[in-house]
T-cell receptor
Framework: ETGVTQSPTHLIKTRGQQVTLRCSSQSGHNTVSWYQQALGQGPQFIFQYYREEENGRGNFPPRFSGLQFPNYSSELNVNALELDDSALYLC???????????????FGEGSRLTVL | AQKITQTQPGMFVQEKEAVTLDCTYDTSDPSYGLFWYKQPSSGEMIFLIYQGSYDQQNATEGRYSLNFQKARKSANLVISASQLGDSAMYFCAMRERRDDKIIFGKGTRLHILP
């Protein structure tokens, strides 16, 4: 089965710029979550998409936005980049059946963003 | 308030010894799941083990077992017969049924010594 893939793996931006990160979910999965992991910290939940709609959001400002496409792939967009946005951005997919979601997340290797 | 607490920022363990990584959690939701993930230096989060709040027995997956003490809200990871390849960051995480998002602790960096 195809795992979760993310692109790009590394990128460098400057303050004020915009960035788009991409994620292809694992085959058979219908839910995508995005996490931000600052250096030395645990991942922080940004938001989750199910059936192309956001169905959960963490404590992140509106300049963090996302999309989920019919093939369940996803994008994370960050506008007006700030220095503190420098982090590893992890995408994770899972299968949600409509009942309680107790399945584990399968993560990609992440996109490491550096904001100068 | 911290929902997931990992009190050991770093640990050094001799190869082949067993190691216990501590995790306590806080929730009022009776239905939740607990996870452990391993993160090598490459950055990928690798799922290790899962424990549901209603599971009667402690979860085990090969060399990994989860010491689930519900009354104490504790979910420690036990790695038996540690190997050099176990050196990595380890994260405890929880998903509450009402919320669905997974919350991670700050992690424990495990170093296995030859």
């Amino acid at each position: 089965e195809t795992g979760v893939t993310q692109s790009p793996t590394h990128l460098i931006k400057t303050r004020g710029q915009q960035v788009t990160l991409r994620c292809s979910s694992q085959s058979g999965h219908n839910t995508v979550s995005w996490y931000q992991q600052a250096l030395g910290q645990g991942p922080q939940f940004i938001f989750q998409y199910y059936r192309e709609e956001e169905n959960g959001r963490g404590n992140f400002p509106p300049r963090f936005s996302g999309l989920q496409f019919p093939n369940y792939s996803s994008e994370l967009n960050v506008n007006a980049l700030e220095l503190d946005d420098s982090a590893l951005y992890l995408c994770a997919s899972s299968f949600y059946s409509g009942q309680a979601n107790t399945g584990e997340l399968f993560f990609g290797e992440g996109s490491r963003l550096t904001v100068l | 308030a911290q929902k997931i607490t990992q009190t050991q920022p770093g640990m050094f363990v001799q190869e082949k010894e067993a190691v216990t990584l501590d995790c306590t959690y806080d929730t009022s939701d009776p239905s939740y799941g607990l996870f452990w993930y391993k993160q090598p230096s490459s950055g990928e989060m690798i799922f290790l083990i899962y424990q549901g709040s209603y599971d009667q027995q402690n979860a085990t997956e090969g060399r990994y077992s989860l010491n689930f003490q519900k009354a104490r809200k504790s979910a420690n990871l036990v790695i038996s017969a540690s190997q050099l390849g176990d050196s990595a960051m380890y994260f405890c995480a929880m998903r509450e049924r009402r919320d669905d998002k997974i919350i991670f602790g700050k992690g424990t960096r495990l170093h296995i010594l030859p």
